[in-house]
């Protein structure tokens, strides 16, 4: 149950993460509102959880050349360290962030935690 659960929850976030990185992006650029502390907290919120997106994409890709890891591959673990460190401090922003109205006050939470949750369950896989 908790297997299939966990699998559920994984394809979730790895489908809406990315709808909403592009969606947020769109809003940025269109947002014609006035830029505030709080907009600009926000928006390195999601910054960071885009970077944690972009650490993702690019291990997978390197465990395609390179064959895969290995069970407990220190470099893997590292990925995982520095994922989870990214995606805590894209949540720490943007939760700061969202108390006040802006373009991605709630695309960065979502994002940022969904990328925790992403990196919490591909660690717990190893």
């Given at each position: 149950?908790?297997?299939s659960l966990s699998i559920a929850v994984y394809l979730t976030v790895t489908c809406a993460v990315p709808v909403l990185t592009?969606?947020?992006w769109v809003r940025w650029a269109r947002g014609t509102q006035l830029r505030t502390p709080f907009s600009?907290?926000?928006l390195a919120g999601f910054g960071f959880s885009n970077l944690s997106a972009i650490l993702a994409i690019g291990a997978a890709l390197y465990a395609q050349i390179?064959?895969?890891f290995r069970h407990y591959d220190p470099v893997l673990i590292d990925i995982y360290g520095i994922g989870l460190l990214l995606s805590i401090g894209g949540l720490a922003c943007s939760l700061i962030g969202v108390l006040k109205p802006n373009p991605v006050r709630w695309h960065a939470p979502i994002c940022s935690l969904g990328?925790?949750?992403f990196w919490l369950l591909s660690a717990s896989r190893e």
């Open positions: 149950m908790f297997e592009i969606w947020g600009y907290m926000s390179i064959g895969g990328m925790f949750i």
